[in-house]
């Protein structure tokens, strides 16, 4: 039987494209893995994959039994329920560590960079594996989308030279022209529903005993959610009502290098605490584009101190 690559539930496109890649790389080396997702692709995913003619995964919820290698993320509220169940082989993240545990040692490509697939180059480079073009073109994808078009505080200069080398194996002449193409994807909102919209690239995190989620919408320009705004307030405030201590919405217009934060919470000065911005409903979060490094640091330290 195949070991399963698979990684975060409301997968985006870097969960995605990740699990390709790690599968692909697993395979050829010498352990069969077939890339698998934990829920629907989001738009900018279905584009990605159809723009390098990539099949979409299939959707698994129970990985009891198998073994498995999980990329971008090790935090058990964002894998399957039974993943205590499973074996993993390896795991591909750039994010802190998280709770999941194992019984046995394995293989592990984690890094301080902006995205996964940076992490899964370097090991297809570590064992002397050539990447397929497509895989490289949705590497890039998964890159550009991760670290905003080199915008956010999570790129680093890694992540840009190997931008380079999979736009030069993919043969894309113009990185920042497919960034575009793929954001204007990534910031339709006609015709998804408001849940739709929060959990198209939402986590949920344990903040010192505290359920708390974390949702963020990237836009070209904010004004495309001005219609929208009030639904999407209301649905969160469903969101929270299933079990959770608070919820978080950043909406991010990726030309201003900003977030407005829309906010749900049993006690919101969590929020002043955590940035020192008070607000009730929302707050503008200036610079504020990394849901890893800007958002979810502040509030665990925030959290630890209610």
């Known amino acids: 039987m195949a070991a399963l690559a698979f990684g975060h539930k409301n997968p985006d496109t870097d969960t995605v494209v990740s699990a390709l890649a790690a599968a692909d790389l697993k395979t050829k080396t010498g352990t069969e893995t077939k890339a698998v997702t934990l829920g629907e692709c989001t738009p900018e995913t279905v584009f990605v994959l159809e723009k390098f003619g990539i099949a979409k995964p299939e959707i698994v919820s129970s990985v009891a039994g198998q073994d498995v290698v999980i990329v971008d993320t090790t935090d058990l509220a964002q894998l399957p329920d039974d993943i205590a169940e499973a074996n993993v082989l390896a ?13 046995s040692p394995l293989e592990m490509w984690v890094g301080p960079v902006g995205c996964s697939a940076t992490m899964i180059y370097k090991a297809y480079k570590a064992s002397n ?14 890159l550009l989308s991760d670290t905003v078009m080199f915008k956010s505080v999570t790129c680093t200069e890694e992540d840009k030279a190997v931008a380079a080398d999979l736009a030069k194996i993919a043969g894309v002449s113009d990185m920042m022209a497919l960034g575009m193409e793929m954001f204007k994807v990534k910031s339709a909102v006609d015709g998804a529903t408001a849940s739709e919209l929060v959990f198209r690239d939402y986590k949920d995190f344990d903040m010192s005993g505290k359920k708390v989620g974390i949702g963020q919408l990237e836009v070209v320009d904010l004004s495309m959610l001005d219609a929208r705004k009030a639904e999407l307030a209301e649905e969160i405030k469903k969101v929270k009502a299933d079990g959770r201590h608070s919820v978080f919405l950043l909406l991010t217009d990726i030309m201003k290098e900003g977030s407005q934060m829309l906010i749900v919470s049993d006690d919101a000065s969590v929020v002043e605490k955590a940035f020192g911005v008070a607000g009730d ?10 849901r890893k490094k800007q958002v979810v640091p502040n509030f665990e330290k925030a959290f630890s101190a209610l």
């Open 129 to 142: 594996v050539e990447i397929p073009k497509d895989l490289a073109g949705a590497m890039l994808c998964a």
């Open 91 to 103: 795991i591909f993240d750039h994010h802190k560590l998280g709770d999941l545990t194992t019984s």
């Open 281 to 290: 409903a929302e707050v503008w979060l200036e610079g504020v584009m990394s």
